[in-house]
């Protein structure tokens, strides 16, 4: 069962103010060795009223939120994603957005880039924050044991949880170790008229929201690293779909889940009766065709997010991502992989 539905997010209305609402509100759905995503007081709506307040604003004047998301609602919902996060940590009343999408160079080598560089109006500290939004959805059988996250993977089938992870842990978030990411940052605040000196505190976070589907009539224990009160649906294969929906209340409604707007789930009012939702589920599968998200809704059972694939689901299954060869010690003994307890 999905919990976000919030008090907050059903006051808004505009599709691009409810997904900046949801993406205030979710929660990561990981929690790894690096600090998570900024708090609500970090951000200076660690107050509900305040926090409504400032989304009613954006509700009455809603272009300046549409001109920051501009062509992202054509592209790759991660772009959307991003677009969410540099306006929310360029408006919101406690944090300064410094840069987003900073290249890093060695000459013109390209070695990466800082998703988002922000700080506190009240720390003198810089953050910087890699963000990912993932859908991802468990494996009855697969890689590793009941808990790994390589079971599970994204609805393309092209990633999975475990390799996201390891590419945040190994390589974006230790982007900050180099030194001409040092030189980069230091090039940042002097444009925002910083003395130039010695590197303020530096902190890594990653913010990692999103929702994981578990098999229908197949119980699966979540990943490891899942944070308790990550969002949480449904999948199941088309032909499984009519006893799923005859196990459904009378009166539930329904709606087609198009991206981006996979993050907050529709007002009531929008949603369909099932029967016509029904029609266009079987219009849809009369071909092959990827995964279908949907929500559904019931006055007295809530909200269901639910993922529909094709009978011959899934095509391919990512490869789990290599383990991190042990390195020696001063000791002699084996250094346990980074990030993961001994």
Same mark, same amino acid.
């Given at each position: 069962?999905?919990?976000?539905?919030?008090?907050?997010?059903?006051?808004?209305?505009?599709?691009?103010?409810?997904?900046?609402?949801?993406?205030?509100?979710?929660?990561?759905?990981?929690?790894m060795p690096w600090p998570g995503r900024p708090s609500r007081e970090q951000l200076g709506l660690e107050d509900d009223d305040r926090a409504a307040d400032w989304l009613d604003k954006l509700e009455a004047w809603p272009q300046v939120?549409?001109?920051?998301?501009?062509?992202?609602?054509?592209?790759?919902?991660?772009? =959307?994603?991003?677009? #969410?996060?540099?306006?929310? #940590?360029?408006?919101?009343?406690?944090?300064?957005?410094?840069?987003?999408?900073?290249?890093?160079?060695?000459?013109?080598?390209?070695?990466?880039?800082?998703?988002? #560089? =922000?700080?506190?109006? @009240?720390?003198?500290?810089?953050?910087? #924050?890699?963000?990912? &939004?993932?859908? =991802?959805?468990?494996?009855?059988?697969?890689?590793?044991?009941?808990?790994?996250?390589?079971?599970?993977?994204?609805?393309?089938?092209?990633?999975?949880?475990?390799?996201?992870?390891?590419?945040?842990?190994?390589?974006?978030?230790?982007?900050?170790?180099?030194?001409?990411?040092?030189?980069?940052?230091?090039?940042?605040?002097?444009?925002?008229?910083?003395?130039?000196?010695?590197?303020?505190?530096?902190?890594?976070?990653?913010?990692?929201?999103?929702?994981?589907? @578990?098999?229908?009539?197949?119980?699966?224990?979540?990943?490891?690293?899942?944070?308790?009160?990550?969002?949480?649906?449904?999948?199941?294969?088309?032909?499984?779909?009519?006893? =799923?929906?005859?196990?459904?209340?009378?009166? @539930?409604?329904?709606?087609?889940?198009?991206?981006?707007?996979?993050?907050?789930?529709?007002?009531?009012?929008?949603l369909k009766p099932l029967r016509e939702l029904e029609a266009q589920l079987i219009a849809y599968f009369r071909a092959p065709a990827p995964p279908l998200q949907i929500a559904l809704w019931h006055p007295e059972a809530g909200w269901?997010?639910?993922? &529909?694939?094709?009978d011959d689901w899934p095509r391919q299954i990512p490869l789990p991502p290599p383990p991190i060869a042990p390195r020696p010690s001063l000791s002699g003994m084996s250094e346990a992989p980074q990030g993961y307890p001994q």
């Open positions: 069962m999905p919990t976000d539905a919030q008090p907050l997010l059903d006051r808004c209305h505009h599709p691009l103010v409810r997904d900046l609402a949801w993406l205030l509100l979710a929660p990561d759905l990981i929690a939120l549409e001109s920051q998301v501009g062509d992202a609602l054509l592209g790759r919902m991660g772009l =959307y994603h991003e677009r #969410l996060w540099q306006f929310l #940590l360029d408006t919101a009343p406690g944090t300064q957005l410094l840069a987003h999408n900073l290249p890093i160079l060695d000459g013109k080598l390209t070695l990466g880039e800082l998703d988002l #560089l =922000y700080r506190c109006q @009240t720390e003198a500290s810089i953050t910087h #924050l890699e963000v990912a &939004i993932k859908f =991802y959805l468990g494996l009855k059988e697969g890689p590793g044991d009941d808990h790994a996250q390589a079971r599970w993977i994204g609805p393309g089938g092209a990633d999975s949880l475990a390799g996201k992870r390891e590419h945040l842990h190994r390589h974006q978030l230790r982007m900050t170790e180099r030194p001409e990411t040092r030189d980069a940052i230091k090039a940042v605040l002097e444009q925002h008229g910083d003395r130039a000196g010695a590197l303020p505190s530096l902190t890594s976070r990653v913010a990692m929201p999103g929702v994981l589907f @578990t098999p229908w009539h197949h119980p699966l224990p979540p990943p490891r690293e899942a944070t308790r009160n990550h969002l949480q649906g449904l999948w199941l294969h088309w032909h499984d779909w009519h006893r =799923y929906r005859d196990g459904l209340p009378r009166g @539930t409604r329904g709606l087609r889940l198009h991206k981006p707007h996979w993050l907050a789930l529709p007002r009531p009012e929008h269901k997010r639910l993922f &529909i694939v094709a």
